[in-house]
């Protein structure tokens, strides 16, 4: 299983309604520290997400992905929203 898959099954704890993970580690080649993990663009929209400001949504996603977020994910770049949000 690939990372974008690993991440993938762990968020499915959020219950996800719209999930997108891309890799834009190629983006970031020869970057400092860039070598210990890809870099990684995250859009989720969940129910969980609702009444949550961004840093409550953010600890979520961080929580879902637990030791990855210390290993295979360098840099991570999040748009997490509530059903609500995408009107």
Do not use: W
């Not at 999930?19 to 983006?27: H, I, N, P, W, Y």
């Not at 953010?58 to 999040?78: C, D, N, Q, V």
């Amino acid at each position: 299983m690939n990372t974008i898959d690993t991440m993938r099954e762990k968020l499915a704890a959020l219950e996800p309604l719209r999930l997108e993970v891309l890799d834009d580690s190629a983006k970031h080649a020869g970057h400092a520290g860039a070598g210990g993990g890809g870099h990684y663009r995250l859009t989720i929209v969940s129910r969980r997400f609702s009444g949550c400001g961004t840093m409550q949504r953010h600890r979520l996603i961080y929580e879902a992905l637990g030791p990855m977020m210390r290993g295979e994910i360098h840099a991570l770049s999040i748009k997490a929203l509530a059903p609500e949000d995408t009107d």
